[in-house]
């Protein structure tokens, strides 16, 4: 199978290096503008890479597409026109949504949407405890922004910008498991502002409540202020409470036999990459890697697309991210 990996930034790396692991047979070949990104993938990786993506001479299968999320709508549309099928990181903006669910249905290929913690083990272990009854929940996630990625200027990265902010990515990232989860959305109430001095144009924190149609009631603090990387989530009923701090080895769960909080243990092995916080675990990512090559194979249905994705996005705008 012929791949290519469009944008070799952080992403673009890490899918590159997960799927030679795990397809050491594909063929790869990479896209990027920037001559010192594509140098640096040839060296990691001995695959070849072109500077644009009409320079690509072979028969491709799949793209992923590992850019900045505004730019991600022309490139997918390109793409699709060729009949490639598409792995999509986080869009974060609607942009082209539904000329492109179209446009790959016309061109019978998979248009297939990053949502990576719905491929967390402790994710769905806390979905299935939840099941259909009503639960409380208070999750805070937060990092400085600067410390996003600490080799480059803030202000030249999408999360700096208003229209794909950090603030908006980490909502992108949650709410898809959280109203999975918990059910749809009711009613919204939102506090956010600015709190700190960074050089940005958008609320660098939010306080959210929600209300879900089965009367499950959450607080979802989203920001990036806290100088201390937290991802810290309690969920609570009469009689149970679990809790997870984003590493597996944090989920814990009530005993109502012992009356003591105990660890959950889900994993035999859990895989970090060098460089990345102890809440990225590479797991999910080859999870979802390995779904997106089942919906092409076995026309497989995935657990999330571009149509739900869609929902969530009008839902982070009722938000004001």
């Given at each position: ?65 590992c ?20 792995f ?33 083990e ?54 898809p ?25 958008f ?22 202020v ?25 989920l ?70």
């Amino acid at each position: 199978m012929n791949i290519v990996v469009i944008g070799l930034g952080s992403m673009g790396k890490r899918r590159i290096r997960l799927m030679k692991e795990m397809y050491p047979h594909f063929h790869i070949v990479g896209v990027d503008g920037r001559k010192d990104r594509c140098d640096e993938v040839q060296k990691m990786f001995s695959i070849k890479c072109f500077n644009s993506l009409s320079e690509v001479d072979l028969l491709i299968d799949a793209a992923f597409i590992c850019t900045s999320p505004n730019s991600h709508n022309e490139l997918i549309q390109r793409c699709l026109s060729r009949g490639w099928n598409i792995f999509s990181e986080l869009n974060l903006v609607s942009d082209g949504y539904d000329d492109n669910i179209r446009l790959a249905k016309e061109k019978g290929v998979v248009l297939f949407l990053s949502s990576t913690f719905l491929y967390r083990e402790e994710i769905n272990y806390i979905r299935n405890r939840i099941g259909n009854a009503s639960w409380n929940y208070i999750y805070h996630i937060g990092q400085y922004l600067p410390d996003w990625h600490p080799w480059e200027n803030y202000k030249e990265t999408f999360f700096g910008n208003k229209e794909t902010n950090g603030c908006r990515e980490i909502m992108a990232i949650e709410l898809p498991w959280l109203i999975e989860t918990f059910g749809e959305v009711n009613e919204i109430n939102v506090i956010g502002n600015k709190i700190t001095e960074l050089n940005i144009d958008f609320n660098d924190n939010f306080f959210v409540q929600l209300i879900h149609a089965n009367g499950s009631k959450g607080c979802l603090i989203a920001d990036v202020v806290s100088p201390v990387a937290v991802r810290k989530l309690e969920v609570y009923k009469e009689g149970k409470y679990l809790s997870w701090n984003g590493t597996p080895e944090s989920l814990m769960e009530f005993n109502t036999n012992n009356k003591k909080l105990e660890q959950v243990r889900l994993f035999e092995k859990t895989e970090h990459a060098d460089g990345y916080s102890s809440f990225v675990v590479e797991n999910a990512y080859k999870n979802e890697i390995k779904a997106f090559f089942a919906t092409m194979t076995n026309n497989e249905t995935p657990i999330y697309g571009f149509e739900q994705d869609k929902k969530i996005l009008q839902l982070i705008n009722r938000i004001g991210a």
